[in-house]
Structures are given as structure tokens and as C-alpha cells.
């Protein structure tokens, strides 16, 4: 995969999540591509939803699984603009997508940062791939919490 | 919460846990109870739905948090058959659920046995309690996966 192709699909997750700042939702936004084709798409809906797994990450994935009937997602890359938390992290793996690529880091809670979740042999061997548009990514997300204090 | 309680509570995840087994699923099974009365229920359903996050834990959470309209659980203890995923731990965490009992270990994908998540500030604090009803519990899994074989 080369860079401008990671950085075009970044930038429909971008959409995604500047969706979800609409909404008065944490910024976030997903793709999952297959064959170079945007196959899903997701935002954080949590607020929305009032359930824990509405995450972009999830809401993508599960969007995805369910039109095709099928969890196994194994050709398939996800484009999130942020670092994903472990519940995501781990359901990325459990639905075997072969690559991720996020924007931005997430000191706090991401799961490659705060646990190293993907070199733990917990799951399927995940490609990582960070900091794709970061600067965008992370200047939605500053920008939606300074609005909201 | 005395032992007792949590016992008993740990036989109706077992019976959960029976259900999935009837059904050809991993046999692991929850429920969620609050004020010493079980609130939902939940069993891994995962090849019938085809979905990711159908674990028996998520499937408990979700199910309550669409009856509540409500995302945090904060007065809740879920118990389930076997220790949770990375996944669901963190579900447990973001819900805000206060107390985890868990029946036996997952060795080789249990949250607490290979991350020691719920020690890494990762979100609230979950008091957790193992090995409750562990010997049921394991030896569901066992047989299970000995007829698979």
C-alpha cells in the first residue's frame, strides 16, 4: 500500500469524523477498505447510541459483518483517525483485518500505547500503521474539547 | 458481597454458559446484577450472529444499556464463566460496572492473565474477584472443546 492511498482513505475517515463533531460526538472517524474500495464506514455514535460499543471502529466492523454475514474480515484494512482503545484494538483482531492504519496517538487510552496490545500473541497478526493525516486528526479532536469547556 | 451470593449468582451464568453449549457456541455465559438481582443475561452467540463484539459479556451489557437508555452501569456486578477478552474488559471498564466475578482463568486471551488490564489506568476502577465456581466452569470449556475435537 503506498502512502497517498493511506492518506486518501485517511481522509474519508476525516469526513467521518467530522460527522460525529456535528453530532456533539468525540471526533472519531473509520473506514474499512477492501480491494482499494471503501467497503464500510463509521463514527463514534456513543452519545447517541447510549452503549459502550458504539465506537467508529466497531460501528464500521459490525456494519461490515453484518451485510456480509460473516466475521471473518481477513482482506481488509481499517483507516481510524485515532488510536484505537483495547475493546476496538482487540475486536480488530478478532475479526482478523489484516492492517491498521490510525492518525493520531492516544497516550491515555490507545491499546498499542498504553498496552502494546498487537505484539502480545493475543490474536492474529495485525499490520500497524500510525500517524496518517495526524495533525488533522488530532487538531479535531483539540478542537472539540476546547469547545466544550 | 458474601461468597454465597456471588456462587449463586456464578450458577446462573453457568446456566447461560449451558445455553451457548446446546447451541454449538464456546460455552461461556453472564449475567449483570444490581441490588442482588439480575438485571440481564447474556451468552456468547457469536457463530449464530456472526458478529464480533456477540461475546456474553457485550451481549449482557448491550442488552441492559438499550433497556436503561444508558451507558454507564455504575452500581452493576457482571459475572461471567471465564475470565474476559481484552474486548469485553474493557466494555466492563467503560460501563463503568464496579465488581467483576469471573469463573475460571483464559490463560492465553484473558485481559487480567496476559495485560493485567485493569491495573493499567486505563479507565474506572473494577474490583475483580476469580475462581469463583472455577472446577464448573473449566470443565464446561473442556468438554466443549474435547467433543469438538
Not at 492518506?7 to 453530532?23: G, N, P, S, T, V
Not at 471473518?72 to 489484516?98: F, R
Not at 495485525?126 to 469547545?147: A, H, M, R
Request: net charge neutral; glycine share 4%; charged share 30%.
Amino acid at each position: 500500500m503506498n502512502n497517498d492511498l493511506d492518506k486518501l482513505f485517511m481522509a474519508e475517515a476525516i469526513k467521518e469524523a467530522k460527522l460525529a463533531y456535528k453530532e456533539r460526538e468525540v471526533p472519531v472517524g473509520a473506514v474499512i477498505v477492501i480491494d482499494n474500495k471503501i467497503v464500510a464506514r463509521g463514527r463514534n455514535t456513543r452519545i447517541k447510541d447510549n452503549l459502550v460499543t458504539s465506537h467508529a471502529e466497531i460501528n464500521a466492523i459490525l456494519s461490515l459483518e453484518k451485510e456480509l454475514n460473516q466475521r471473518i474480515l481477513d482482506n481488509a484494512t481499517i483507516y481510524v483517525t485515532l488510536e484505537p482503545c483495547p475493546m476496538c484494538a482487540y475486536a480488530i483482531m478478532e475479526s482478523h483485518i489484516k492492517r491498521l492504519v490510525y492518525g493520531t496517538v492516544d497516550p491515555k487510552r490507545g491499546a498499542i500505547s498504553t498496552l502494546d496490545i498487537f505484539n502480545k500473541s493475543l490474536g492474529s497478526k495485525v499490520e500497524v500503521c500510525g500517524n496518517i493525516e495526524k495533525e488533522e486528526c488530532e487538531s479535531l479532536l483539540k478542537e472539540f474539547f476546547k469547545e466544550l469547556r
